[in-house]
Every structure is written in C-alpha cells, then in structure tokens.
C-alpha cells in the first residue's frame, strides 16, 4: 500500500481467479462473520473462535493493513523529522514497535472477536475501512506524487463517511443488542481516525497507504474493543 511493492509484469495469475480473490479480499466484514457463524455451528466458541477470526480477516487481506500499522508505529515510535520518518516508513523491514504494536493489534482483536456474536463481527471491519475514507480527506495531501497514496489521499469529501453511516447504522441497528452501543462505537473509532490522520499528516508532512492501513487496523481493534467491553 505505501509503494514499496512495486509491479512486477508477468508475475499475476488468471483474472478469472486473481478477480474474485481480490474483491474477496475487501469484503472482509462477510468472511468474518461467516467464519464466526460456522465455528459457531461447530461449538466453537471463547478465544479460539476470536484468533481464527482475525487469522481469517489477516489471509484474505494478505496482511496489508497490518503492514501499514506496523510501518507507521516504527516511523512514529522513532519521535525523527518528517523526512527522516517517512524513510523509516520507506523501510520494507518492521522494527520492535512495530512488531510489538502489530502483535498487541492482532491479541485485541483476537480477544474482541470472542465475545462478540457473528453479527457484530460483522462491522468490525466495515468500521475500520468507513474509517479509512477519513485519511482520504481532501484537506489531506500524500507524502508523494505516485504509489497508491496519491491515488485516494486527498479525494474524498467528508460526506462520503456521513454517507456510509447512513448505510452501517440502520443494519447495526438490527442486531439484538443496546442501539446505542454499536452507534456509539461508529462515532468513537471515527474520532480516532480524525485525530490519528491529523497526527500522522503533521508528524510525515503527508500521508501515504500506510497510513490508510494504519487507521484501518487502529480503529478496527478499537471498534472491536469498544463493542466487547
């Protein structure tokens, strides 16, 4: 996501499998819940249940977010200048803080996932990328003029997330639980997003996919949290 992949030509298999992997690979809120429902069925409950979720969410993305957060932890743990950090994020290799903070990510998760039903599962994820659209913000601008990052940061009006919301709040109003838990949750992680973009635009003089991944992941697990305490 932050351009240090870079395309190789020839090396991609058939689209009529490539294709669907890839749309399969965004419509992560549908695999964890379905994957919750059937370890359900099977009696598959308490802890185990939560980490096969998250492995799940983690194999049909292929890590990429995850590797977003781990990057922007090892550039913000490092307290450097912004073109310093945004060398640290450059960086293929993940640091301590990263590692530390990509693990603690995946355990609160993990430990989230199992107390919650299936339904709710269902908008971890939903939540976390709803919050990705706030690092695309128009007042946003990417650290670079390629890569993936200049092609979303800086495109999308805050009425996109308004417009989601609008989309998520009446489907989480039909899970049996208190309405305003999961609402309050969607306001919560998105106020997250807000105030970890604006960090990471001040701190990298920009931002880039990494930063997307980053938001996506941070308010997820706080989403996930929220929703189990």
């Not at 781990?70 to 990263?98: N, T």
């Not at 107390?115 to 990705?132: K, T």
Request: proline share 5%; net charge neutral; with cysteine.
């Amino acid at each position: 996501m932050s351009g240090k992949a870079k395309l190789q030509a020839g090396t991609h298999g058939p689209a009529v499998i490539e294709g669907p992997a890839t749309a399969l690979s965004w419509v992560v809120g549908g695999v964890a819940a379905g994957v919750r429902w059937g370890l359900d069925a099977l009696g598959t409950n308490g802890m185990l249940a939560g980490v096969l979720v998250v492995i799940a969410c983690q194999l049909v993305t292929r890590f990429m977010h995850m590797d977003g957060l781990a990057d922007v932890a090892d550039a913000l743990g490092s307290y450097a200048a912004p073109e310093k950090a945004r060398e640290i994020l450059a960086d293929p290799h993940a640091g301590l803080i990263g590692m530390g903070s990509a693990l603690l990510a995946l355990l609160a998760q993990a430990a989230a996932m199992a107390s919650l039903p299936w339904q709710l599962v269902f908008f971890v994820p939903v939540v976390g990328r709803i919050c990705g659209i706030v690092v695309a913000w128009r007042g946003f601008q990417p650290m670079r003029p390629n890569g993936f990052g200049a092609m979303i940061i800086g495109t999308a009006s805050a009425w996109w997330v308004v417009a989601w919301c609008v989309v998520v709040v009446p489907l989480m109003l039909l899970v049996d639980v208190p309405w305003w838990r999961p609402v309050s949750g969607l306001l919560v992680a998105i106020v997250v997003a807000v105030v970890l973009a604006r960090h990471c635009h001040r701190r990298f003089a920009g931002l880039n996919g990494d930063t997307c991944g980053f938001v996506i992941e941070v308010t997820a697990t706080v989403f996930a949290c929220w929703m189990a305490l």
